[in-house]
């Protein structure tokens, strides 16, 4: 088992090692979190949350579909909660009342809808938001609409990745909410990854 400044470090060696920076601040980590995931990895990144939140009061965690669903389930896991996550569009099977929010996608500079069904979510829930990445927090930013609407306690918002410098941490915070990432970005400097305290 994994210790906690060994999880971290975990993390950002995967994310040097197997991470390509791209133009406009974007970093791609397909190989092991949105795209190929690996289970042992977003075991560990359950693991470290469930730690952080434990004496939370968690009742569901709530992501959004696609990328937030391994971590997000991972720590659902190690909670022994139930997960529900957000879709990014309403499914022709889904025929009763549900919770929408406005999503705006600066990859894709599109703005999406997410929901969620309201029988999954409720007044005594506690909710743990888990995201796979942070940057402007516009996810974070729906999934907390959805779950105020719902009448819900938000406990906290975990990211596996943040990008500090744009802005979504802060949101967070400045919204009153426990904010915890495993892996803080600072810049992406001469294109390489610069974490949170490193010199």
């Known amino acids: 088992m994994f210790q906690q400044e060994e999880k971290v470090k975990l993390l950002e060696e995967r994310i040097r090692r197997d991470g390509e920076v791209l133009d406009g601040d974007v970093l791609k980590i397909n190989s092991f979190l949105n795209h190929q995931v690996d ?45 529900v996550f957000a879709r990014k569009k ?3 099977t889904l025929n009763d009342a549900v919770y ?17 069904e309201e029988k999954f979510l409720d007044k ?8 796979d990445f942070i940057a402007h927090g516009e996810a974070v930013k ?38 915890e990432a495993l892996a803080e970005i600072d ?4 294109g390489q990854v610069h974490f949170v305290g490193e010199e």
């Open 39 to 83: 289970p042992e990895l977003m075991m560990e990144i359950g693991k470290e949350f469930a730690r952080l939140f434990a004496d939370s009061g968690v009742t569901k965690v709530l992501t959004c579909e696609a990328s937030g669903i391994a971590p997000g389930v991972m720590v659902a896991y190690q909670l022994k909660v139930p997960m």
């Open 90 to 92: 309403k499914p022709s």
């Open 100 to 116: 929408w929010a406005d999503v705006f996608s600066y990859t894709k500079k599109v703005n999406n809808k997410i929901c969620v």
């Open 124 to 131: 005594n829930d506690k909710i743990l938001i888990i995201d």
């Open 142 to 179: 729906g999934m907390v609409n959805i779950a105020k609407q719902a009448g819900c306690e938000i406990v906290g918002v975990g990211g596996v990745v943040a990008k500090i410098f744009q802005g979504g941490s802060d949101w967070i915070k400045d919204a009153g909410l426990r904010f």
């Open 187 to 190: 810049s992406f400097k001469d």
